[in-house]
Structures are given as structure tokens and as C-alpha cells.
């Protein structure tokens, strides 16, 4: 990652700045799809929850109207004096006394009236929703059940040995479940169905004689949702105020009490299932009932599916638009200016002959027509001031290397050498032969010698320096025999000892000495220089290491030998070699060299 961030980003401008670019665009599209999302998605939402809450009235319509029907049914009774009679008798006498009641009633009319248990059978008929209708009597704890079929049944229901009287007694709300003990004595099945419940009373005394129960299918209900079975979502339930389900349009939770009903019979709506879903509340103030619309959240991210997989087309689209264009014109300027670069790197080798062919009259045209012109302006200059100047320093360089040509030199070195041995003065001819030998390392031309060559010039250097002050200075070399033959840079090492020498080396001192010890660690070449001189302040060290790291390669800077060694070893063999300096004033100091183990001149 960080070498390709490093070969085509990082100094690479079109590249950053189609990458910020397309950044830029790709944050504001995703961001703009975004909202574009939210909005719609919750319009989609809202509608669809509408479309649920109008279902949801249209069974609140239904509910009513069964309540609204059955509340007729009992007005009607009262209504009719005969009929009250006799549902009074009914339900305060045994079934025989009824019907012998009944026969003296039929008999004694003059037309047949048929007031009674009839009327409730033909109720049955007019309504086919009515799955059953129970009259309840209180005072003698027997019940009729009227079914679909017409079918009357007389059921006791003594409290002695039913939980009828009680079921019945404790039911005060008008529209509930089913009770599980009436239906359990009248032998039907816990089908889905819902109760209507009203009460029954004498009209001569206002006493309560009995109640009515009318069992109405649930199909019906299902029936009132038919508008809505394609567009609606999730499912409908009707809860008691007890939390028991009245209806589900799921079909999964009827006759249960709702498991996320948190109301604990309180009248108010309770927290329902939903974390995971969408609400929809409707509460009955009449019946006391309450229907919730329940519809998960992934049914409606279902719904919304497609919004996700048309604003994606839409922003892929955009994105390619926003992308592509700006990209094929930053990459056909990128080229332009690569050509430019490319040609201006041919001049840097030598070759003024370059011009750039550019018709275009933007920016980079009159860049490349500014740089034709100057590289016209520029051949004719050097051919005019430079080539003539160049040709008058080789002149005079061809002069000078004639006067002080190297055989001149050595045979005068020579010549001073034997007369000094010739009147006696052996210490004079020593140090000739070293300074000759010194000289004629210094103008051979290669850059490379081996490292015994390098250690023998320090050795000669030294020893101009051990005749010079006599028993005042003396040295010690101590080499890996292994690292002769080895190649070091020239003139790696004479510079760090003639600096060792002219700044460490106190004349006033018997004692003054350089050591010189070299070794190969691992795949490099380790030398130590170290005098036992006065050493360097802390301020003028640590100014001298940050000075050797300077670009400034002028012979009149200060630590210019010690500044070339760095350079020449950071060139040949790179910046990982070099030379380390430490020093502990008054007790001296030591240079470290750093330099390859190479078998050879390369």
C-alpha cells in the first residue's frame, strides 16, 4: 500500500486531485441518496400505514354494527309487550312451564301469535354471521342455545357443579371473547368468534331476569378487510381490554392473550411488540375495545426495496457521469503536461535540440511555446558564451597540468630525498618519501582502492606528522588482515585523520596519540579513529553533526573535509553508511566511518 501510495499518489497531482474530486462527488451523491431515501421510503411507509389504519376502521365499522345489531335485537324485545312476557317467563321457569305457557298463550290468540324462542330463531336467519345466540338465566343458572342450524338446547349450569353463574356474573364488558366455560357447556369449539353480550330485565318489575350472549362468526370481520387484502400490510388484531385477542387477521394469536401486551387490564393501549415493527392504535370508546396494526419492519423495508435498488441505479449512474468526464479530461491534460516533462528531463541530459509541439491556445500551449522560446534563447547563448568560455578553461587547465606534470614532481621529490640522505638528515628523506608517496596516491584518477591502499596513505600521513614531533606523538593501526583486499571509496579515511591531527594533536603534550582500528561487522566495514586530544565542547559537537548534513559543499564552510567523506559515501553507496563523531571533553575524541564490504569496484 505505502509503495504504491508512494509511486503514483503521492507525487502525482492529477492523480490527487481526481481522487478528491471523485471524493467529493461520491460523498455528496451518497449523501443526497440518502435523504432521497428517507423521504421517500417514509412516504412509502405512511401510505401504506394508512392504508392499514383505514382497514383497521372498516373493522371498528363491523364491530359496531354487530353491537349496533344485537343492541335492535333487545330494543325490539322491549318494544313488544308479548315478546318481553315471554322471554320472561322463559328464562325465570323450566323449559316444560314454557312451553305450557306458551300453548295457553297460542290458544287463547286469535292469530297464532309466535313471540318467543322464534324470534330468536329467525333472528339466526337474517344474520348469517350469528353463529349462536345463549339466553342466561340468573335465577335458575340454565341456559338456551340457539345455533345456526335452529337447533334449541337447554343446558343446566347449577353452580354447584359449573363455573357458568361465575363466568356470566363476572361478564360486564358489552363485546369479549368468548367465554371457555359457555362454550365448553354448549359443546362448541374455540373457532374464531367474538361475544355480544346484554343483559335482560323484567319489564313490569326492571329486575334482572337473565342475559343474552350472541356468538358472531369472525368471518365476517375477515370479510370487512376483503377492500384491503392485496395493499394492506402486516395484520390486524382486535384486543380486549384484558389484552385477550378478539380477532387476528394473521390467524396466530386468537383466543390468547397478546404476549406483548403490557396493559395489565388497563384501559389505556399498552406497549405492543415493538421494537422490531410499525404501530398503528384505534381505540373504541363505545366498546371499550382496542385495535392495533401491527407491521414488522422487514415486511416494510420489503416494500421499500425497490426505492433502494432504483435510487442505487440512479446514483451509479450520476456517479459515472460526475466520474468519468472530469477524469478523461484531468487524464488527457495529465498527458499533456507528462510530454511536457518528459522533454525538459531530455534537456537535463544534454539535449537542446528539444522542442515541444503544442497547437492548443490554453495554458499548456503558452507554457510549451515560453519553453521553445527560451530554449532557443538558451542554445544560442552557450553557443555564443558558454562553449567559448569552456574552450578558454581548457586551455589553460592543458597548460597547467604541463607545468606540474606528476613525473615532474616525483623526480624533484626524488631529488631533494637523496640529498637529504646524502648530508645525513634521515628524518628529512623519511618524510619526502611519504609526502611523494602521499602525492602520487592523490592524482591517480580512479575513485575506488582497495582498504590496505587507503590504511598505507594514513599511515604515510601519519608518519610526517610522528618525524615531525618526534617522541611527542606516535600512532597505532590495528586492521582485520580480511579487509585488504576489500574496496573503499579514495580518500575516505586521510581527511578524518587529518582532522584528528590538526584539531586533537596539542603540541605542548608528550602524549599525544591516534589509534586506528578497523573490523568488518556483519556485511560492513567499521573504522575507529580516536585521539586522546582535548576534545569538543557539547554545543560545537552537536553543531558539527548537524553541519555534516548540510547541502552547502563549499571548500570555505567549515568541517569541509569531514562534509565531503558523508556526501562521497551517501553517493556511492547510500545514505545508510557515513561517519559517526563523539567526543568527551578533555579525554578526546572518536570518529566512526561506515562503509560497505565490497569485493570489487563497483
Known amino acids: 500500500m505505502r509503495r504504491a501510495y508512494r509511486n503514483y499518489i503521492k507525487n502525482n497531482w492529477f492523480i490527487k486531485l481526481i481522487l478528491v474530486y471523485a471524493s467529493i462527488a461520491v460523498l455528496t451523491i451518497v449523501t443526497l441518496s440518502y435523504f432521497a431515501y428517507f423521504f421517500l421510503s417514509r412516504s412509502v411507509i405512511q401510505s ?9 376502521s372498516s373493522i371498528d365499522n363491523y364491530f359496531e354494527d354487530k353491537y349496533d345489531a ?72 340454565f341456559l338456551y342455545m340457539i345455533d345456526q342450524h335452529k337447533q334449541i338446547r337447554m343446558v343446566d349450569t347449577n353452580a354447584a357443579y359449573s363455573y357458568v353463574p361465575d363466568a356470566m356474573l363476572l361478564q360486564n364488558e358489552p363485546v369479549t371473547k368468548a367465554n371457555d366455560w359457555v362454550l365448553k357447556s354448549i359443546g362448541q369449539s374455540d373457532s374464531p368468534m367474538f361475544a355480544v353480550h346484554n343483559v335482560i ?28 387484502a392485496d395493499s394492506m400490510p402486516g395484520y390486524i388484531l382486535v384486543l380486549t381490554p384484558e389484552g385477550d385477542v378478539l380477532f387476528d387477521s394473521s390467524g396466530r394469536h386468537y383466543g390468547k392473550r397478546y404476549p406483548y401486551d403490557d396493559s395489565q387490564g388497563d384501559a389505556s393501549y399498552g406497549e405492543i411488540a415493538a421494537a422490531d415493527s410499525y404501530l398503528n392504535t384505534l381505540t373504541s370508546d363505545k366498546l371499550g375495545y382496542r385495535i392495533v396494526g401491527i407491521t414488522p419492519r422487514s415486511e416494510m423495508a420489503a416494500k421499500t426495496a425497490y426505492l433502494i435498488r432504483l435510487i442505487l441505479l440512479i446514483s451509479t449512474i450520476c456517479l459515472l457521469i460526475a466520474i468519468i468526464a472530469p477524469t478523461l479530461f484531468v487524464v488527457n491534460f495529465a498527458k499533456r503536461v507528462k510530454r511536457i516533462i518528459r522533454l525538459m528531463r531530455r534537456v537535463e541530459t544534454g539535449d537542446m535540440t528539444v522542442r515541444i509541439k503544442e497547437e492548443k491556445e490554453d495554458e499548456l500551449g503558452q507554457i510549451s511555446r515560453g519553453f521553445n522560446d527560451m530554449m532557443d534563447e538558451l542554445s544560442r547563448y552557450i553557443d555564443r558564451e558558454y562553449k567559448s568560455e569552456i574552450k578558454q578553461k581548457q586551455a589553460e587547465l592543458a597548460a597547467l597540468q604541463a607545468r606540474v606534470h606528476p613525473h615532474f614532481l616525483y623526480n624533484t621529490l626524488e631529488v631533494i630525498r637523496m640529498r637529504a640522505l646524502s648530508l645525513g638528515a634521515h628524518d628529512v628523506s623519511d618524510m619526502i618519501y611519504s609526502l611523494a608517496g602521499l602525492f602520487r ?18 599511515r604515510k600521513y601519519l608518519e610526517l606528522f610522528r618525524i615531525r614531533y618526534k617522541d611527542r606523538f606516535t600512532y597505532e593501526i590495528d586492521i582485520d588482515p580480511g579487509l585488504a583486499h576489500l574496496h573503499v571509496a579514495k580518500m575516505s579515511l586521510q581527511p578524518i585523520v587529518e582532522n584528528v591531527i590538526v584539531h586533537g594533536l596539542q603540541s605542548e603534550r608528550d602524549d599525544n596519540k591516534v589509534e586506528i582500528r578497523a573490523s568488518l561487522v556483519d556485511d560492513s566495514i567499521r573504522v575507529i579513529v580516536k585521539d586522546n586530544g582535548q576534545g569538543i565542547p557539547r554545543d560545537r559537537l552537536e553543531a558539527i553533526r548537524n553541519r555534516l548534513h548540510l547541502a552547502d ?24 553508511y557515513g561517519l559517526e563523531i563523539d567526543s568527551d571533553p578533555g579525554n578526546g575524541t572518536t570518529v566512526t566511518v561506515w562503509s560497505p564490504a565490497v569485493n570489487g569496484r563497483e
Open 553 to 576: 559543499s563549499s571548500d570555505e564552510a567549515p568541517s569541509f573535509g569531514l562534509r565531503s567523506v558523508v556526501e562521497r559515501l551517501h553517493l556511492m553507496y547510500g545514505k545508510q
Open 48 to 56: 401504506h400505514m394508512e392504508i392499514q389504519l383505514n382497514a383497521m
Open 201 to 228: 330485565n323484567d319489564m313490569m318489575t326492571y329486575q334482572l331476569v337473565g342475559q343474552m350472549l350472541v356468538l358472531f362468526n369472525s368471518e365476517g370481520a375477515y370479510n370487512s378487510l376483503a377492500d384491503y
Open 441 to 458: 596516491s592523490f592524482v591517480q584518477q580512479q575513485s575506488v582502492v582497495t582498504f590496505k591502499e587507503e590504511i598505507d596513505n594514513c
Open 70 to 141: 344485537v343492541q335492535r335485537m333487545m330494543q325490539d324485545v322491549y318494544r313488544d309487550q308479548e315478546l318481553s312476557d315471554n322471554v320472561s317467563f322463559l328464562l325465570k321457569n323450566s323449559y316444560e312451564d314454557y312451553i305450557a305457557y306458551r300453548l295457553d298463550k297460542y290458544l287463547a290468540s286469535t292469530n297464532g301469535s309466535k313471540k318467543g324462542l322464534e324470534y330468536f330463531l329467525n333472528l339466526i336467519e337474517d344474520d348469517p354471521d350469528i353463529k349462536d345466540i345463549i339466553l342466561y338465566s340468573t335465577d335458575g343458572q
